[in-house]
């Protein structure tokens, strides 16, 4: 790493101690910036480096509420509104045990670039809770989510800070959510959350969109060597909403998703994922992924315990969390065929699984470019709440086609122009950081 980059990694890692992932995420992305700052000097004169790795506002906060039998629990909330150089600060909110604040800072440090790359004018943040909504009621998930809000209201607005969802926060979240939001400020601000109902101000396509504009920006990088989805196998992980959408638009080109998983293990399924069997499960009766396995016979095997790279196929998309793939996880995965990685999730590899895959000519496409798609469609569902109307499923899926097809497009021009063709971690994080970077000089010291 440059030294002037090192300098800022290492007040980072001091000021940060304990937050690993967040010092990975920076790591990542300076890692690539040396031929940038070649180019733009005043980008160190201006002291964008230092700057860009300490959030605007950082808010933690109690949360407290009564489960069923009127025991009183306490979880921590957090915000981190980490950069608005290009619009108001948008990103998810995950509700999971493994939450802390060195979680939220990586993954609102992430958002900041994916944001700049879809083009639609917003910037980087992202908050949640240590509350896990796995075996609760839906009272409970109520009363977690109202007492949530009643702090989080007083920092966000459709101008301001836009959340949407992420892990553990679906469409039931989100309501609460807003309704909580709507009771405390007497105000129906369609455009303060997305990934709402489609009966109150929700977009088509958005529930589909991060799982579809994975699979979209994994065909643009086929095409590019002339070829295609079409006949192919997938590996897919996770069985959330963007593994099921993936696993769908693979389908839909063509391909065959072979795999799903959660917490407790994962499933092969050699004939091809049931969508509509798995949506039943996972949507509607927030089942496992042994359910799946169990109804869906037919050679079906739950793995328990089990990641699913070591089935032998011709793509992986990554789509559960971060650090899924460790450096054992790449090499099963090139060793079983993979010749292409197109991450769902936020930074599902660790550093040494990429090396692998560069190391062996893997294709691989960044998290922050691959699956944009989620974020950019909530920013089209904000146009849509600020004109009042809802667009078509077409409509918006074919706007989606048009982003990550941008996307895709802007990570290959910047890596040719900072000197390593085809290279899309480098062009992913040298076009996103441009905006940002040049953003943050012309606003002046703040």
């Known amino acids: 790493m440059d030294a002037r980059l090192e300098k800022v990694f290492e007040t980072v890692k001091t000021r940060d101690f304990s937050q690993g992932v967040f010092h990975q995420a920076v790591r990542e992305v300076f890692e690539s910036l040396e031929p940038v700052l070649a180019k733009h000097p005043e980008y ?40 608005s150089a290009l619009g108001p600060y948008k990103g998810g909110l995950r509700f999971h045990p493994s939450v802390n604040v060195g979680v939220i800072k990586f993954l609102g440090f992430e958002q900041i670039f994916k944001n700049a790359l879809t083009g639609q004018g917003i910037g980087g943040g992202k908050g949640g809770s240590d509350f896990d909504p796995k075996g609760k009621s839906d009272l409970e998930v109520m009363r977690f989510c109202q007492s949530f809000m009643t702090e989080l209201y007083r920092h966000i607005g459709p101008n301001t800070d836009v959340p949407a969802g992420d892990i553990g926060v679906g469409g ?21 959350l997305t990934g709402k109902g489609l009966d109150w101000g929700g977009s088509l396509a958005r529930t589909e969109a991060t799982g579809y504009g994975t699979v979209i920006f994994a065909q643009r990088m086929l095409e590019q060597h002339n070829d295609s989805i079409e006949g192919k196998t997938v590996l897919v992980s996770g069985s959330g909403n963007v593994a099921i959408y993936a696993a769908e638009r693979v389908a839909q080109l063509g391909g065959k998703a072979l795999s799903i998983s959660d917490s407790s293990g994962s499933v092969y399924d050699p004939n091809g994922i049931d969508i509509e069997l798995l949506k039943q499960i996972k949507e509607v009766e927030r089942g496992r992924v042994s359910d799946y396995a169990q109804r869906r016979g037919n050679g079906a095997e739950f793995r328990a315990g089990q990641k699913v790279w070591d089935i032998k196929a011709d793509i992986a998309l990554p789509c559960a969390t971060q650090n899924e793939i460790d450096e054992n996880d790449a090499k099963a995965l090139v060793a079983n065929g993979v010749k ?18 560069e190391s062996n000519g893997v294709l691989y496409a960044p998290g922050k470019a691959s699956n944009a798609g989620g974020v950019a469609t909530s920013a089209l569902e904000m146009q849509q709440n600020s004109a009042r109307q809802q667009w078509t499923f077409d409509d918006v899926k074919g706007r989606l086609d048009d982003i990550m097809t941008n996307i895709h497009n802007t990570c290959l021009e910047a890596a040719d122009k900072y000197g390593k063709p085809g290279d899309y971690v480098l062009g992913a994080n040298a076009a996103g950081f441009v905006q940002v970077a040049d953003a943050m000089i012309a606003q002046g010291i703040s």
């Open 44 to 83: 160190i004169d201006q002291s964008i480096l230092a700057r860009i790795v300490e959030p605007e506002r950082q808010i933690i906060f109690r949360v407290p509420w009564a489960d069923d039998k009127g025991e009183i629990h306490v979880n921590r909330g957090y915000r981190i509104e980490f950069n």
């Open 172 to 192: 039931r979240e989100i309501g609460y959510l807003f309704g909580q939001y709507k009771r405390l400020t007497g105000r129906y601000d369609a455009g303060v």
């Open 340 to 357: 292409l990685v197109a991450e769902g999730a936020n930074m599902p590899s660790t550093p040494e699984a990429i090396e692998v895959y």
